[in-house]
């Protein structure tokens, strides 16, 4: 539920690295935790689990599939102006 939390305050058409989301939760030591809950994620709309990313910016790890992680970011970033 903390990690959800966390992941909620990521803003729209902005991403973070599991790492620094690790950080905000108590330490880098926390990744495992954050792969973790992203992975049980249901609701990635409402949790925007999406918009976390590899330190290089890659995209990983997204239960939903990497296709549709990217095509949530894209239409984020066009909706965003940042695209």
Known sequence: VKCWEQLK???YGTTISYKDEAIKLGGANYCRAVAGANNKNKIPIMIPCHRVV???G???GFAWGLDSK????????????TN
């Open 9 to 11: 305050k990521i803003k």
């Open 70 to 81: 990217r095509y949530l970011l894209d239409l984020e970033s066009k909706k965003n102006g």
């Open 58 to 60: 890659s995209l990983t």
């Open 54 to 56: 590899g330190s290089d």
